[in-house]
């Protein structure tokens, strides 16, 4: 049964919002340098359909899988911390993924042999291995899961001091600083099929995970002490949420830089449309995530082609402006109301 | 309510807030069918009682529930037969009311099972129970504070648990609901259900069967409502600022001015 | 027997073309540590970096770039030819769609990478030195297959040209201190960078020791306690120089020997590829001035 304030069932929106993907990332193929152009165009060119095949579409289902992982990873913060301002970034992830990129970036130029092992690893590689780490130096900080208060604490100085040793990084070798730059604003220009497999097959795993421990969200959202006294093994749920949170962003920190804002904003505006319980909240925060990063993606590309924007300006401008709206939206309600 | 069988007890049972000791040594029953309530005054350490017996706070001693130990219990068996209803948990308000009352059923259900027609008929019993059903579409942002309230008794309720413990459960609560929450006490006591509530409005607690009466982490008096000690002890821990009064065969509590 | 003959004629050239076609294959060690395989000349280049476009064009094979990033801009012919991006941010689908035959760009962009797998033949140089200048003309040289004593003649110009500049150099300027400062934080260019090489060359000192690595962020009081006896300096960080804490004291503003390059030459200061000997000529032009004002009865060269 379904609150009266939905409009629609959540079957329903997620079909919508599987279909709108759909057809954004049959669009997304068609959008690249020279602007809009059809897949007739295609068919003749053979360099024409390499690009169709091996860079566009890859790179618009990487958007959308990037940003379905981000949408997860939101809405898992979301209900763990109980606090509609969490997004995936909050345990230190963002700061550690940056971390990872300097060191990676600083050796790329001076010792060969460290070079040779972190070129098979790649910039990827190592923004994953910072975002995970980072994830388990809060989780120590905060000496286990157990308070949520603790955690968040642990995240914010986490993030803090990694983010001053990556700057500390840049600050002695500024050759790092442009890699970097362009890491920090997000792009998805560099994925190709590999990275997208690899993504699916994180959210997938994920994804299972959260849903298996939906009911566990569920029942936190009455209190932490009422979830207790209903039998919910909340510390070990919340260890493998919080594992699933620093997969799910690294995966996709790792292959688009950190883009903001979509993990944020998905879950707000899935619940802006329907209110329901988290086994629901979770398959539409990803369908949602991966949708706004695709849209934002298509814009970056479209908007003043050749030249792109970076997509984390978009998401931003996107995500936020939707929420400003909600925001007047609900503040002129209350007024009335 | 005659009947001698102990549903829960307490055994030298301490229990500790930030450091500082609340329940300073307990030992305690509590009689089976009975309906209890825990009277004080505030930092008592009722509430910490509650969540003790409740297994949701560190305590050292024991604390038996129907003879068996409340710590060698799995979880999911203790959320069975106790259900534990708070005062001010934060609840977020994007369930519908539906959703909230039904996650009472959990401790019953299989780990990914959906709700079985039994869990549908006890969500609606209990919605009934307090007046809620008409609400039940609506998301608990959009509630007042008293139906709210509402909503949480029927999930507390939901759960069908031998044992209650409920933390002021008529908070917020206008006259008449809190003349259905009596109703339904009545009702499940009836039944063979324990319950045990903290309630700071004397003139209520006194429609209990019996009183607890707290003071400075210890249980000062434990008896029945109707006795003249119970009165005597409830104006002494309330440094006699009120007296106790039969009023057309119930006890009421005024001022002493 | 003439079938014998054609067939044994057939053996041999296929023979010598496998020879040919195998000798044609050039393989190079780029500075990602890869082998990159060339089969062929190339053709058309598309160069991501701006030293690497300058390298290209100082070896003659302008005509061939088909695509360049948004930071190249000399020679002029560079400006119209399609912009793919830039360095850290390549437009892939634009190089794709341009069909090089190789692609020319700097080590830290994760672009080459998918280039690469893209199925594109990617060399990967990021000069920071005048070694480095040297070797990237000599790995591009052999990339492009132009030939080797052409290649030389390259760099055999660049140094003649230094040297030149070297003699020009007045005596008394020799073995000065100098203080170069590259960008505001602010950021020097020490004795370990291109530009400190080239000043080395120049005969001229250092106030930022090769220690501290090539671009180090220094401490500006560390300047004024240096005392060094020239700065030089952009036009765009000049403009408030006199206003850092303790700088309106130094020796070196009080007397105006401050050298600040005009904005379109900070682009042949700041590129470590061919054109290092213009930039020496900018820095000796720099000596030259500011000793005709503190020795007055020096004429001018």
Not at chain 1, 264 to 280: E, F, Q
Not at chain 2, 162 to 183: F, G, R, S, Y
Not at chain 3, 132 to 146: P, T, Y
Request: include cysteine; hydrophobic fraction near 50%.
């Amino acid at each position: 049964m379904t609150s009266q304030f939905n409009r629609w069932p959540p079957a329903f929106l997620a079909t919508s919002l599987l279909l709108l993907g759909i057809f954004g990332i049959v669009l997304g193929s068609s959008v690249g340098s020279t602007g809009f152009e059809s897949w007739f165009a295609a068919f003749q060119d053979e360099i024409a359909w390499q690009i169709i095949w091996d860079i566009r579409l890859p790179r618009s289902v990487g958007a959308f899988v990037a940003g379905a992982l981000l949408g997860l990873a939101g809405a898992i913060a979301q209900g763990l911390f109980r606090n509609p301002l969490a997004d995936p970034y909050l345990l230190g992830s963002a700061s550690g993924a940056s971390l990872g990129v300097a060191f990676a970036l600083a050796l790329f130029g001076g010792n060969p042999f460290a070079t040779e092992f972190l070129i098979r690893l790649g910039l990827t590689g190592a923004a994953f291995i910072g975002a995970v780490l980072a994830v388990m130096l809060t989780i120590a900080l905060a000496q286990g899961v157990q308070h949520t208060l603790r955690l968040l604490l642990a995240g914010v100085i986490v993030g803090v001091v990694l983010g001053a040793m990556a700057s500390l990084i840049s600050l002695l070798r500024p050759d790092v600083l442009q890699g970097m730059q362009g890491f920090l604003l997000g792009s998805t220009s560099f994925i190709g099929w590999n990275s997208c497999a690899l993504m699916l097959s994180v959210l997938f795993v994920c994804i299972g995970f959260a849903f298996f421990l939906s009911r566990v969200l569920d029942a936190l959202s009455l209190g932490e002490l009422t979830a207790l006294s209903l039998g919910m093994p909340l510390a070990k749920a919340r260890l493998v949420l919080v594992t699933l949170l620093a997969l799910a962003t690294g995966a996709a920190v790792a292959q688009t830089g950190l883009v903001a804002f979509v993990g944020l904003a998905a879950p707000h505006l899935v619940r802006s449309l329907i209110k329901t319980k988290y086994n629901w909240v979770i398959l539409l925060s990803t369908l949602m995530g991966g949708l706004l990063l695709l849209v934002a993606d298509l814009l970056a590309r479209l908007l003043l082609s050749p030249q792109e924007l970076p997509v984390g300006v978009l998401t931003a401008v996107l995500g936020g402006g939707y929420l400003l709206w909600l925001m007047y939206q609900s503040q002129k309600n209350a007024a009335v109301g | 309510m005659n009947k001698r069988e102990v549903a829960l007890r307490l055994q030298d049972v301490h229990a500790s807030l930030a450091g500082k000791e609340v329940l300073r040594g307990i030992d305690i029953s509590f009689q089976l069918g009975c309906w209890t309530s825990i009277v004080g005054p505030n930092g008592a350490g009722k509430s910490t009682l509650l969540k003790a017996m409740a297994g949701l706070v560190p305590t050292s001693g024991k604390i038996f529930l129907l003879d068996q130990e409340l710590r060698m219990m799995g979880p999911k068996h203790r959320a069975q037969q106790l259900s534990w209803l708070g005062q001010n948990e934060t609840v977020s308000d994007d369930l519908c009311v539906w959703d909230v009352v039904m996650l009472g059923r959990i401790p019953h259900q299989d780990w990914l099972a959906p709700p079985n027609t039994n869990d549908h008929q006890v969500v609606i019993t209990s919605l009934q129970a307090t007046q809620a059903w008409d609400l039940r579409k609506r998301s608990l942002g959009q509630l007042s504070g008293g139906e709210r309230q509402r909503v949480l008794l029927a999930r507390a309720m939901a759960v069908r648990a031998q044992i209650m413990l409920m933390d002021e459960p008529t908070a917020n609560l206008d006259p008449p609901h809190q003349v259905d929450w009596l109703e339904q006490v009545h009702c499940l006591t009836s039944q063979n259900t324990t319950v045990i509530s903290v309630l700071h409005e004397v003139g209520m607690a006194l429609q209990a069967d019996d009183v607890v009466v707290m003071q400075a982490g210890l249980v000062v008096h434990h008896g029945a409502s109707t006795s003249e000690q119970t009165h005597q002890a409830i104006e002494a821990v309330f440094d006699n600022r009120i007296s106790i009064h039969n009023f057309e065969g119930q006890f009421v509590a005024l001022p002493k001015i | 027997m003439l079938k014998r003959q054609s067939r044994i004629r057939l053996l041999f050239s296929l023979a010598i073309g496998f020879v040919f076609a195998t000798v044609q294959a050039v393989v190079i060690k780029d500075d990602r540590q890869m082998d990159v395989v060339i089969a062929k000349t190339p053709q058309r280049i598309v160069s991501l970096l701006p030293s690497l476009t300058e390298t290209v064009c100082a070896l003659g094979q302008c005509k061939k770039l088909v695509g360049v990033d948004r930071y190249s801009s000399w020679p002029e012919s560079v400006n119209k030819l399609p912009r793919m991006g830039g360095g850290i941010d390549p437009s892939i689908e634009s190089v794709v769609a341009a069909r090089p035959d190789i692609v020319l760009m700097g080590t830290s962009a994760r672009g080459a990478e998918r280039l690469t797998a893209l199925g594109l033949t990617v060399l990967a140089l990021e000069p920071r030195t005048h070694a480095d200048v040297q070797r990237a003309i000599q790995i591009i040289g052999k990339a492009l297959d132009v030939p080797d004593k052409d290649t030389a003649q390259v760099w055999l110009d660049i140094q003649s040209s230094l040297e030149a500049s070297a003699q020009l150099v007045p005596s008394e300027s020799k073995g000065k201190r100098i203080y170069f400062e590259v960008s505001r934080a602010p950021y020097g260019a020490s004795e370990s960078s291109f530009i400190g090489e080239t000043l080395q060359r120049l005969g001229v000192q250092n106030i930022l020791p090769g220690s501290l690595g090539p671009f180090p962020k220094v401490n500006p009081e560390f300047v004024v306690r240096a005392q060094p006896d020239i700065i030089m300096v952009g036009d765009s960080n000049f403009a408030d120089m006199a206003t850092r804490p303790g700088w309106q004291n130094m020796q070196a503003m009080r007397m105006q020997q401050v050298c600040h390059f005009k904005k379109e030459d900070a682009n042949i200061l700041a590129r470590p590829g061919p054109r290092l000997a213009e930039a020496a000529k900018l820095m000796t032009q720099c000596l030259i001035d500011k000793s005709a004002t503190t020795s007055k009865a020096k004429p001018q060269p």
